[in-house]
């Protein structure tokens, strides 16, 4: 019984075999695509004029949302580089502030900040942290798919008696 829905044990094995399967994917191949090692030559290079940011807190994760003069997109600082310093420092930065940025090309995510030409994070630093984080999320991933991979070992054991 899940909450008050009475579910066979074939049925939640089956959820479990989806949702490992999902999950395992996300965890291990959409993270490895979102956070994949990148030259600073593969980045997006922004040059744009400071307006404001954002901290956000979401379920488990802090998000920096910044905005800009001169540049339309909304561009993230997300929980792995988050800080009360990086709070602070954008919270000491006037508008109008000059800002460089070099952003992931396949999630857009700031990897490199330099504010008023004073270097906020740096691109190597942040990109050893994203392999770390890559790795953690590999193993999750792998969790959920072993996680599968036992619903399905339950379901053939259930066919066969």
Request: glycine residues 4%; negative net charge.
């Amino acid at each position: 019984m899940i909450g008050n829905i009475n579910l066979s044990l074939k049925s939640s094995l089956f959820i479990i075999l989806i949702v490992g399967l999902l999950l395992g994917t996300v965890f291990v191949f959409g993270i490895s695509y979102w956070y994949a090692p990148v030259s600073k030559e593969e980045c997006i290079v922004v040059d744009a004029t400071y307006k404001s940011f954002d901290d956000y807190y979401r379920g488990m994760t802090h998000e920096i949302e910044l905005s800009f003069l001169d540049y339309e997109q909304q561009t993230i600082i997300d929980d792995s580089i988050y800080t009360n310093e990086l709070v602070n420092i954008l919270e000491q930065t006037p508008s109008k502030s000059k800002i460089i940025m070099l952003l992931h090309p396949n999630s857009e995510i700031i990897i490199d900040l330099m504010i008023n030409d004073i270097k906020v994070f740096d691109f190597e630093s942040y990109m050893a942290q994203l392999e770390s984080e890559r790795q953690i999320f590999a193993i999750f991933g792998c969790l959920f798919y072993i996680g599968a991979f036992a619903a399905v070992i339950k379901l053939i054991i259930i066919r066969k008696k």
